[in-house]
């Protein structure tokens, strides 16, 4: 079955995927979609993938020494023990990052952009979802914008509903420093990875119908024609050329008046 779309997130919501020219050729060529292991992340955010420490907590009461490779009596070792266990365990899993919104982002765009080039896949969650696969073991679901030290298992219960037990461990958690980033991702965990050996979560390749899932592929505002034109002919090669405009985000004001009677 496709990827299990979890919490309050629609078949029909938009999402946005921002990146480089070379990521959004990768896919086309590959067919696959790039997923990052969430231990990439920790430079940016060293919260990245675990749960709040309400959620902690139960791991650790729950978890026997010796899953966790704790042999030392001493509560000072055991700890150290568990944070090297947690750190592998949380950051185990692979994860594609996208916006929510139905229009653009000008700071997705300066954040993703080289040098203000940048092109964005939009989609929807339904689409993503479908394109991945029966092939793709994982879930989609909106990031929880929390108060790490402030989030009890009623707030959780209250936000996740009827999925709380079952995404509990899941990396749909980030502080709300983070908000503006309206992340929806989809994460999996890789079969053959072992949580001792982090070499074998770092990155995965989930294959993708890309020409499903692509409503618009979005060039940045802050582009010339040519590189709208170089993308243009790139996707044409891959069957999706026709799907391709540039952001009108910093186009003129027609718009604006296009509803007054006899402007021009």
């Given at each position: 079955m496709p990827a299990t779309i979890v919490g309050d997130l629609s078949d029909e919501e938009t999402i946005w995927r921002y990146m480089t020219l070379d990521r959004l050729i990768n896919i086309l060529d590959d067919k696959a979609l790039f997923m990052t292991g969430l231990g990439a992340y920790s430079k940016s955010d060293p919260y990245e993938g675990y749960p709040p420490p309400v959620v902690l907590k139960q791991v650790k009461d729950h978890c026997p020494p010796a899953m966790y490779f704790s042999h030392d009596t001493s509560k000072s070792q055991d700890l150290n023990n568990f944070?090297?266990?947690?750190?592998?365990?949380?950051?185990?899993?692979?994860?594609?990052?996208?916006f929510q919104g139905d229009e653009e982002s000008e700071a997705m765009w300066k954040i993703y952009g080289d040098a203000g080039k940048a092109i964005a896949i939009r989609t929807t969650v339904g689409k993503l979802a479908s394109a991945l696969g029966n092939a793709f073991d994982g879930k989609i679901a909106k990031v929880l914008y929390i108060n790490y030290t402030k989030v009890t298992h009623e707030d959780y219960e209250a936000v996740m509903g009827a999925h709380a037990q079952s995404v509990l461990l899941d990396p749909i958690y980030k502080r709300h420093s983070y908000a503006h980033e309206r992340e929806v991702r989809a994460y999996m965990q890789i079969r053959d990875a072992r949580i001792n050996e982090p070499d074998t979560y770092k990155s995965h390749l989930a294959p993708i119908d890309y020409s499903s899932m692509i409503d618009e592929i979005v060039v940045s505002p802050f582009c010339g024609g040519s590189y709208v034109k170089a993308t243009k002919a790139i996707a044409t090669q891959f069957g999706v050329g026709d799907r391709i405009r540039q952001s009108t985000l910093l186009s003129d004001l027609a718009p604006l008046y296009s509803k007054i009677e006899g402007a021009t």
């Amino acid at each position: 079955m496709p990827a299990t779309i979890v919490g309050d997130l629609s078949d029909e919501e938009t999402i946005w995927r921002y990146m480089t020219l070379d990521r959004l050729i990768n896919i086309l060529d590959d067919k696959a979609l790039f997923m990052t292991g969430l231990g990439a992340y920790s430079k940016s955010d060293p919260y990245e993938g675990y749960p709040p420490p309400v959620v902690l907590k139960q791991v650790k009461d729950h978890c026997p020494p010796a899953m966790y490779f704790s042999h030392d009596t001493s509560k000072s070792q055991d700890l150290n023990n568990f944070k090297l266990f947690a750190e592998r365990l949380f950051h185990s899993r692979v994860v594609s990052c996208w916006f929510q919104g139905d229009e653009e982002s000008e700071a997705m765009w300066k954040i993703y952009g080289d040098a203000g080039k940048a092109i964005a896949i939009r989609t929807t969650v339904g689409k993503l979802a479908s394109a991945l696969g029966n092939a793709f073991d994982g879930k989609i679901a909106k990031v929880l914008y929390i108060n790490y030290t402030k989030v009890t298992h009623e707030d959780y219960e209250a936000v996740m509903g009827a999925h709380a037990q079952s995404v509990l461990l899941d990396p749909i958690y980030k502080r709300h420093s983070y908000a503006h980033e309206r992340e929806v991702r989809a994460y999996m965990q890789i079969r053959d990875a072992r949580i001792n050996e982090p070499d074998t979560y770092k990155s995965h390749l989930a294959p993708i119908d890309y020409s499903s899932m692509i409503d618009e592929i979005v060039v940045s505002p802050f582009c010339g024609g040519s590189y709208v034109k170089a993308t243009k002919a790139i996707a044409t090669q891959f069957g999706v050329g026709d799907r391709i405009r540039q952001s009108t985000l910093l186009s003129d004001l027609a718009p604006l008046y296009s509803k007054i009677e006899g402007a021009t």
